[in-house]
């Protein structure tokens, strides 16, 4: 039988972790290593770390996974911890930035001389900014821009693979939103009219970006468990072994419309992966799961079909009437957004998600997702209770949530009143 906690309540799940909320990664940056780049998705390393460790306790050779791993934060919690991981992220940047914090196991002396050489040559270089796409242009002043572009060009010239120059490269993108003159949201987005009190001048910053992140790296113990980020999809996770894994510590995207692809515009637009907004959908959106309506349209979604696949059919009458319902309600209003082409095709990869989950946990594995509820356009959507029976349907046990806190309670600038909450969904045998 199903159960639904709240925060307050005594529960295993919470056993000496009363004062950590899992839902946020803003405390990650007082934390070596998970500090060096702000991924506002991210949640709770000390949560994450308490997790494992509880688990860690009364299994022998636990193995973790996460399989939307983003930045890298359980990886990390599970080395902090002593035991093997493996994480699956699809975002080629974020798991290129998951990939560069995990070398941080390297010698610090060779990425502190790789970076100083960058800085050096970075000085010869010439600058060209007229090049740079608009969202660019506006988020920085020229002069700071030009800096930039020179460390770019030199740490491009002097990248020979390793571990140092990728490391370099991770100082370079994890300054840019400190060297913007503009706002950033919460989100990530950039807010062009928005100017910030203080703006960081690109040669200091990355100066000590590079010096925050030599002196995490010299605390390294001399043997590590191995972490493995692979750069893949958590609907199959592809590349993770079969049987081999005892406890999933992972947040997936919520169906509320957070575009993961447009959060790191700022950063693929300088590193010229992408030159404008259409060119997120093939360089990220494709990769990713869908939760949000940029990712879907009546072209590339045949709703019938979705929402008839047996994968989704635990809970494919209440899905089809939300969906129905959606796509009525959307008609009268202006931005006529395809949630319920989201909604739909969100269960039907996370139906996937759950199968893959189940391939590879052994078969008395735990799994524990961070995940919220939503309400597009004001209409309803159980995810944890959806989430819950299609967790069944792949094989695991009953679940339990756990509230850990209320979203949508503030009456300025809410889209709609309906009372939403963020918390823990456990399953297991
Ligand atoms: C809520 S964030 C997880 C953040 C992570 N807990 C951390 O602390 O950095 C969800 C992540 O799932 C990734 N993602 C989306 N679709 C995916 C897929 N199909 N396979 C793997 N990762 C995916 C997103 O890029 C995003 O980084």
Not at 3 to 17: H, L, Q, V
Request: net charge neutral; proline share 5%.
């Amino acid at each position: 039988m199903q159960t639904i906690m709240f925060a307050d309540e005594s529960s295993p799940a919470r056993a000496g972790i009363a004062d950590v909320s899992s839902s946020t990664f803003i405390d990650n940056m007082r934390l070596p290593v998970h500090r060096w780049f702000r991924y506002s998705a991210g949640f709770s390393a000390r949560w994450a770390e308490s997790a494992i460790r509880r688990a860690s306790v009364s299994r022998e050779g636990l193995s973790v996974l996460d399989p939307f791993a983003g930045s890298g934060t359980t990886l990390l919690a599970a080395q902090a911890v002593g035991v093997p991981s493996y994480g699956v992220e699809a975002h080629p940047f974020v798991a290129r930035v998951a990939q560069a914090k995990l070398l941080w196991t390297e010698d610090p002396a060779s990425f502190v001389d790789h970076a100083h050489q960058v800085l050096a040559a970075a000085v010869n270089e010439g600058a060209e900014i007229d090049g740079y796409p608009s969202v660019i242009r506006a988020a920085f002043e020229d002069a700071a821009l030009a800096d930039l572009d020179k460390l770019r060009r030199a740490q491009r010239r002097l990248d020979d693979g390793s571990p140092s120059s990728e490391l370099s490269w991770l100082a370079l993108v994890s300054i840019l939103r400190s060297t913007s003159h503009v706002g950033t949201a919460q989100w990530q987005y950039v807010l062009p009219n928005k100017r910030k009190a203080r703006v960081a001048e690109p040669c200091n910053a990355f100066r000590e970006q590079v010096a925050l992140m030599a002196l995490d790296m010299s605390t390294r113990p001399s043997t590590l468990p191995p972490a493995v980020l692979i750069k893949s999809d958590a609907r199959t996770c592809a590349g993770v072994p079969d049987n081999s894994v005892d406890l999933v510590v992972t947040s997936p995207p919520y169906a509320n419309n957070y575009d993961y692809a447009d959060a790191t515009r700022l950063e693929m637009s300088f590193l010229g992966e992408v030159e404008s907004y259409g060119d997120l959908q093939s360089t990220v959106r494709d990769h990713l799961m869908r939760s949000c309506s940029q990712h879907v349209n009546e072209r590339t979604v045949d709703l019938d079909a979705v929402l008839t696949d047996p994968v989704l059919r635990p809970i494919a009458d209440e899905l089809t009437s939300v969906c129905r319902t959606l796509a009525e309600v959307r008609l009268s209003r202006g931005g006529k957004k395809n949630y319920h082409l989201m909604i739909a095709t969100y269960f039907h990869d996370m139906a996937h998600v759950w199968r893959a989950v189940r391939r590879v946990c052994r078969p008395d594995a735990d799994v524990c997702l961070v995940i919220g509820d939503s309400a597009p356009y004001g209409i309803y959507v159980p995810v944890v209770e959806w989430n819950g029976a299609l967790a069944k349907a792949a094989g695991f046990g009953d679940f339990s949530f756990e509230k850990t806190r209320d979203r949508n309670i503030k009456w300025k600038n809410r889209k709609h009143r309906v009372p939403l909450v963020e918390g823990r969904l456990c399953v297991g045998e």
